[in-house]
């Protein structure tokens, strides 16, 4: 069955770093897009970033651009989020999604790993 299971998480100060990761099980994760999603308390799924099968094409939400990049390993499974320059405002439940079409949404999500930015 699909698995993501993202780790990484963490409390930050501002400005400030983390590198999150998913690991993909269960589907040829080379054939598929991926997502990074967050969830903030009290407030809906913002789509963060997304990465093309090869890893060439990647497309950020304005509020995340220039600080977070995105990538993935193929060879292990493995999606990356790394996040610099991280502002309280960034303080969510992170999630990795599997999104089939490239168009924000996605079939399968893992369980998220949380992200705190505060001093």
């Known amino acids: 069955q699909v698995q993501l299971v993202e780790s990484g998480g963490g409390l930050v100060q501002p400005g400030g770093s983390l590198r999150l990761s998913c690991a993909a099980s269960?589907?040829?994760?080379?054939?598929?897009?991926m997502i990074w999603v967050r969830q903030a308390p009290g407030k809906g799924p913002e789509w963060v970033s997304g990465i093309s099968t090869g890893g060439i094409s990647t497309r950020y939400a304005d509020s995340v651009k220039g600080r977070f990049t995105i990538s993935r390993d193929n060879a292990k499974n493995t999606l990356y989020l790394q996040m610099n320059s991280l502002k309280p405002e960034d303080t969510a439940l992170y999630y990795c999604?599997?999104?089939?079409?490239?168009?924000?949404?996605?079939?399968?999500w893992g369980q998220g790993t949380q992200v705190t930015v505060s001093s």
């Open positions: 269960g589907f040829i994760f080379s054939r598929y897009y």
């Open positions: 999604a599997r999104d089939p079409s490239g168009t924000g949404d996605p079939d399968y």
